[in-house]
């Protein structure tokens, strides 16, 4: 194909949580919506594509002494940069994936430049890569998965991993992307977890479920993604119920993952705290259902050998997976080495690299006859349209059988849309979506979501956004999210 980048537009769109989301040391009630199109040709037929994403505080860059405005400028500028090296690399001459890879190398420099990390290079730099994916599917009239299948992208794996050579997407990849999912539901450290613990001048009265308990009840929950904080005894008493009120509902039939969000600067803290789970009794099957714990270190020490002592012996019996330390196109090698058992796929990470990453863990899974490497899927409080039905599609076409799913608990749906935008996306993904308490959301339907009609042509939506509901960077202004 000769592709070349003629355009790009970044538009901007407040929400607002109906429940707070604390993560690690943030805590999201308020974001932008960012989303990015641009015009490619395509043997010489413009086409556009869309991407998007939140842009949240204190994930990219959890620099103490910076500001969620100063985060956000720096999120804005990385997708700018990386922007403007594909408007230079996609010239009708070079192929995407040559320009893919000149276009990390140069973010990731450019970043470092300005000392900011390599996380938000690479996320910069998925924005805009994501959406040329979505444009290229659309030109050739294909949908994400079978794209990936038929390599549209000339994805050349050895080339970033010697050990890929000579495979492609397709060889690792099921036959068929999924059509349904289970979705792993955050329970956030500021999230309530019984019904009679919400004072009642704190009731919602949206409709929706609030605590963790009336999502169990409600929607069929039967995976967990829990989060810790670095405060033993409280981390205990929250796993204490967390656990009584899955087990009240489900028996022992459910899954969880523990997240660390990088709580923990010394591995000794955090071995205290699995010790602390597996002397309780009361945790025992909670601690047999628990599949993964996910990046418990901070980045800096995360993939240094002499803190990861801990990381080793943990993993022999349970898998321990990066996800913020996973910044770089090496980083999942790097963690392997140092006795990490598996990596997150994060559509803000990449797409492309996603797929590579999915290669490595089939690769160190004896082409698929083993299993004691994994992916999971993980959410950055995605919402619809764009953001979460692509982080979806990307998964489905990886196969994976849960994904963590946060946007629909802490956003009211799709609230945050002009109607005519929620109605487009019920009436194009009415599988996905449902009319609820006024709103579209996403329906959960026995702890699972349907996501077939997310096989459409282009990366997962068949619903485009209109970009003149939208500010530019240049009209949006901080003060508007007070």
């Known amino acids: 194909m000769r592709l070349t980048l003629k355009a790009t537009q970044l538009g901007l769109r407040n929400s607002t949580t109906r429940l707070p989301f604390r993560y690690g040391k943030a805590c999201l009630t308020r974001c932008p919506q960012a989303i990015l199109r641009v015009d490619l040709e395509v043997d010489g037929r413009i086409q556009a594509g869309y991407s998007g994403d939140c842009l949240p505080p204190s994930w990219f860059d959890k620099s103490p002494d910076k500001s969620f405005a100063e985060q956000i400028e720096d999120?804005?500028?990385?997708?700018?940069?990386?922007?403007?090296?594909?408007?230079?690399?996609?010239?009708?001459?070079?192929?995407?994936?040559?320009?893919?890879?000149?276009?990390?190398?140069?973010?990731?420099?450019?970043?470092?430049?300005?000392?900011?990390?390599?996380?938000?290079?690479?996320?910069?730099?998925?924005?805009?890569?994501?959406?040329?994916?979505?444009?290229?599917?659309?030109?050739?009239?294909?949908?994400?998965?079978?794209?990936?299948?038929?390599?549209?992208?000339?994805?050349?794996?050895?080339?970033?991993?010697?050990?890929?050579?000579?495979?492609?997407?397709?060889?690792?990849?099921?036959?068929?992307?999924?059509?349904?999912?289970?979705?792993?539901?955050?329970?956030?450290?500021?999230?309530?977890?019984?019904?009679?613990?919400?004072?009642?001048?704190?009731?919602?009265?949206?409709?929706?479920?609030?605590?963790?308990?009336?999502?169990?009840?409600?929607?069929?929950?039967?995976?967990?993604?829990?989060?810790?904080?670095?405060?033993?005894?409280?981390?205990?008493?929250?796993?204490?119920?967390?656990?009584?009120?899955?087990?009240?509902?489900?028996?022992?039939?459910?899954?969880?993952?523990?997240?660390?969000?990088?709580?923990?600067?010394?591995?000794?803290?955090?071995?205290?705290?699995?010790?602390?789970?597996?002397?309780?009794?009361?945790?025992?099957?909670?601690?047999?259902?628990?599949?993964?714990?996910?990046?418990?270190?901070?980045?800096?020490?995360?993939?240094s050998a002499e803190h990861t002592q801990g990381i080793r012996e943990l993993s022999q019996t349970k898998p321990v997976i990066?996800?913020?330390?996973?910044?770089?196109?090496?980083?999942?090698?790097?963690?392997?080495?140092?006795?990490?058992?598996?990596?997150?796929?994060?559509?803000?990470?990449?797409?492309?690299?996603?797929?590579?990453?999915?290669?490595?863990?089939?690769?160190?899974?004896?082409?698929?006859?083993?299993?004691?490497?994994l992916m999971t899927g993980e959410d950055l409080c995605t919402v619809g349209v764009v953001p979460v039905q692509s982080d979806l599609c990307l998964v489905a076409t990886l196969g994976l059988e849960h994904i963590e799913r946060n946007g629909h608990h802490y956003h009211r749906g799709l609230s945050y849309l002009p109607k005519g935008q929620q109605e487009a996306a019920l009436a194009l993904h009415s599988d996905l979506y449902g009319e609820q308490f006024g709103v579209v959301a996403p329906r959960l339907i026995d702890g699972q979501l349907e996501i077939g009609s997310l096989q459409c042509v282009g990366f997962g939506f068949a619903a485009e956004p209109d970009m003149r509901a939208m500010r530019s960077p240049d009209e949006w202004e901080y003060a508007s999210l007070e």
């Open 75 to 303: 999120m804005l500028w990385v997708i700018g940069e990386a922007a403007a090296s594909y408007l230079s690399e996609l010239n009708g001459a070079n192929s995407f994936f040559a320009a893919w890879r000149t276009t990390i190398e140069r973010v990731h420099t450019a970043c470092g430049t300005r000392n900011l990390p390599p996380l938000l290079a690479s996320f910069g730099a998925s924005v805009v890569e994501r959406a040329i994916l979505d444009a290229m599917c659309r030109a050739k009239q294909l949908s994400f998965a079978d794209a990936v299948r038929v390599n549209l992208f000339g994805v050349h794996p050895g080339e970033i991993h010697p050990r890929l050579a000579g495979f492609q997407p397709s060889d690792w990849l099921p036959p068929q992307p999924r059509r349904t999912i289970f979705v792993r539901h955050t329970v956030g450290l500021a999230d309530p977890l019984t019904s009679d613990s919400i004072p009642c001048d704190e009731r919602l009265e949206d409709g929706f479920p609030q605590s963790l308990e009336e999502y169990i009840q409600r929607c069929g929950l039967r995976y967990l993604k829990v989060k810790v904080s670095n405060q033993l005894d409280r981390d205990i008493e929250r796993i204490r119920v967390i656990a009584a009120l899955i087990e009240r509902y489900r028996g022992a039939d459910y899954r969880v993952t523990l997240d660390g969000n990088e709580q923990y600067s010394n591995a000794e803290d955090f071995d205290r705290l699995i010790g602390a789970i597996c002397q309780e009794s009361v945790l025992r099957t909670f601690w047999a259902n628990t599949i993964v714990v996910e990046q418990p270190l901070e980045r800096g020490i995360a993939l």
């Open 322 to 373: 990066i996800d913020e330390s996973d910044g770089t196109l090496d980083s999942y090698d790097q963690a392997i080495a140092l006795g990490y058992r598996g990596v997150s796929s994060k559509s803000c990470k990449g797409a492309i690299k996603s797929l590579l990453n999915a290669g490595l863990t089939w690769l160190h899974n004896e082409r698929g006859r083993t299993s004691d490497y």
